[in-house]
């Protein structure tokens, strides 16, 4: 029961990584706090859940349209934030106006009544001994893996992410060196926001949807993306895991309801002991 | 200029008359209420949107109250209870309306009835969660409830189980923490004890929880005969989720509040047990006044778009409170909230989920609350038998 719970916190704790990570991003290297983005992960999700019950695509073939469609819908949001030259505790405030009317957009085009995407993928699970492995979860770790470390490489070892790290750290100096942090900041804001439909997706292939979900998930992505660092692309997964499985093994060994606890108690121990 | 004379001046006064009398009549009964048009409860708050204009509909085709057309005013709270608080005193205040219908959810239905017992109004309400806290003398609920739903609930699911005789020797209860359920589920665990059940888990969640995999796998382990789930909205479908993700199905299970159509939908929910007071189907949906409102919903909600078309425990209960409403109006031939109030204390009134008193503990009476089934993608009620769907009976694995 303990590996399986464990199991359990390994996949939500990777979508809270998944969601954090585009989050992490914004926040830590573009300095906008963008609440928005929880609100473009369940426009996302809903869009895919359209898409699928409409045209019965395959869910993950969706993200080929909703992907591009919410590059360019970050990059434009971005766009709109240096033109009126937001500052960070502003981008909050400004964000979670979008995020309103996003939720209101959704709840005007779906309705406030739960919606549940109804593919293959839903039943889908193989068994490894005496642990059960849900193929939904496992697209949404795969996943998480592969775009937090994609993401750690692209910063670490090209020139666009030299060019981002050394644009958030001093803008002009970055620029002093050639960096073009306008057209950067943009590109980046498009990954985020891609990465928040990839999140969606995700989420929409677990998990029912409604539009008031949307805030349940800020809470805890936040810890997340807070413990893994700001602007760090593998630190919202790893501490989205330590939070899932933190929570998973106290609902499985006490009372569930300490679980919400866990998160929030290990944010402020690690803000009090971090150097 | 020539004077009236003495029966012209009669003529005149008559005809002055008539025409304040005619003003008087058309004048329009305004009923005022909010709802959670937006925000987290409107999905819901529709269903109740619908019915009232139903209702409201067919009353003044019947000639509305006191021979005077009615008038619904209703505002949006935007699910906020302080917002319909607000509202509600703008009723009173500056709409000036006759009387008042309740909002929905519980947290607006307290806030509604502290406004109306300021101004001495009468409160009639939809569903209302939590009996105990309906202190308010003219307060009058729709939702059959009873005064004790933590006791009566548990021995109606426990009964209808002995019924078949599948009374289970060991239960889990495992409850989300919300206020109009935690206390029902508290309830169910003291009647399975003075009934003799062991209880071989027990867990409670916070509202808003993500992860059902752990909770899943301790009742996989535990292996009760019955699980009681204290489920409200979308609890119920991800439990019976993650607990197929272990290849897990309980014997039995009940769920408190699922969200209706999500857990009709769900193909792993054949055979989860709810609680309701109405179900689109004969016997309860039989009689005319039923019927026709369960034709005229499925019509409407169909045009409206709801995604639940056929009338259940929501609907039901907000029809109910119309029925509430202009019975006690025209029993009492006014519109005086005092008159109103203590009609209803002294009268039964037929409805749509059979004959509510509200003579009891704050002023609920019995608690009418029937255990439905999913039976083949469908809720049916299995339980009492007298209002049981058509050869429909309770089915156990």
């Not at chain 1, 592969?146 to 050394?166: N, V």
Request: hydrophobic share 50%.
């Amino acid at each position: 029961m303990l590996a399986q719970s464990a199991l359990s916190g390994l996949f939500v704790g990777s979508l809270y990584g998944l969601i954090g990570l585009g989050l992490g991003l914004s926040w830590g290297l573009l300095r906008t706090i963008n609440l928005a983005h929880f609100a473009f992960v369940f426009a996302a999700a809903y869009l895919c859940y359209q898409l699928v019950a409409s045209f019965g695509v395959d869910p993950l073939l969706t993200l080929l349209l909703i992907a591009p469609l919410f590059f360019a819908f970050g990059a434009g949001l971005h766009w709109l934030v240096q033109r009126f030259d937001v500052t960070p505790l502003n981008s909050l405030l400004v964000t979670f106006g979008i995020t309103a009317i996003i939720e209101a957009g959704i709840q005007a085009i779906w309705s406030a009544d739960f919606r549940r995407l109804e593919s293959h993928y839903a039943q889908a699970k193989f068994k490894w001994g005496v642990l059960y492995l849900p193929v939904p979860e496992l697209i949404t770790l795969g996943a998480a893996l592969a775009l937090s470390f994609g993401l750690w490489a692209l910063l670490k070892h090209t020139d666009l992410g030299r060019g981002l790290r050394a644009a958030a750290q001093d803008a002009p100096i970055a620029a002093a060196f050639g960096v073009n942090q306008r057209a950067q900041a943009l590109l980046l804001a498009g990954i985020c926001a891609a990465l928040a439909a990839v999140a969606g997706v995700c989420l929409s292939l677990s998990f029912t949807l409604a539009p008031s979900q949307i805030y349940a998930w800020i809470g805890v992505v936040f810890a997340a993306v807070m413990m893994g660092g700001l602007g760090s692309a593998l630190g919202p997964l790893v501490a989205g895991v330590v939070i899932g499985v933190s929570e998973a093994l106290t609902m499985a060994v006490t009372a569930p309801s300490w679980a919400p606890i866990v998160s929030f108690t290990l944010l402020i121990a690690l803000l009090l002991l971090r150097p | 200029m020539k004077p009236f004379s003495g029966w012209r001046r009669l003529v005149a006064l008559a005809s002055l008359c008539g025409v304040a009398a005619l003003a008087h009549a058309q004048t329009p009964v305004r009923i005022g209420s909010t709802l959670a048009l937006t925000g987290p409860l409107s999905a819901t708050a529709q269903i109740h949107k619908l019915v009232g204009e139903i209702y409201v509909e067919q009353l003044n085709k019947r000639g509305g109250l006191l021979g005077r057309p009615v008038e619904w005013i209703v505002k949006d709270d935007q699910s906020k209870p302080d917002i319909a608080r607000t509202l509600y005193e703008q009723l009173i205040t500056a709409d000036k309306v006759d009387l008042l219908m309740g909002p929905y959810a519980t947290g607006a239905i307290l806030s509604a009835m502290g406004v109306a017992q300021r101004y001495d109004k009468v409160l009639i309400h939809h569903t209302f969660g939590i009996p105990s806290l309906a202190k308010y003398d003219k307060q009058f609920p729709a939702w059959s409830l009873g005064p004790d739903p933590g006791t009566t609930v548990p021995n109606t699911v426990f009964n209808a189980l002995a019924s078949i005789g599948k009374t289970p020797k060991t239960i889990a209860v495992v409850t989300n923490k919300f206020p109009s359920l935690h206390f029902i589920s508290l309830g169910a665990r003291e009647v399975a004890k003075k009934r003799g059940i062991e209880e071989v888990l027990f867990l409670e969640w916070e509202f808003g929880n993500r992860d059902f995999g752990p909770i899943a796998a301790r009742i996989k382990d535990a292996k009760p005969d019955f699980v009681w789930v204290g489920a409200i909205g979308l609890d119920g479908n991800l439990l019976i989720d993650a607990m197929k993700k272990l290849d897990y199905s309980p014997p039995l299970h009940f769920y408190v509040y699922p969200a209706p159509g999500p857990m009709v939908q769900s193909a792993d929910a054949n055979g989860a047990l709810s609680v309701s007071i109405f179900e689109d189907h004969p016997p309860m949906n039989t009689p005319p006044a039923a019927a026709e409102f369960t034709k005229t919903f499925r019509e409407r909600a169909t045009k409206a778009n709801l995604p639940e078309t056929n009338v259940e425990v929501q609907a039901a209960a907000s029809f109910t409170a119309w029925q509430m409403l202009e019975a006690a109006v025209v029993g009492t031939k006014s519109l005086d909230d005092k008159a109103i109030a203590a009609w209803l204390k002294t009268n039964k009134v037929d409805t749509i989920q059979g004959k509510l008193r509200f003579d009891g503990p704050n002023n609920y009476g019995d608690d009418l609350m029937r255990v439905k089934q999913v039976q083949n993608g469908r809720w049916l009620i299995v339980y009492p038998p007298e209002v049981a769907a058509p050869g429909a009976k309770l089915i156990v694995k």
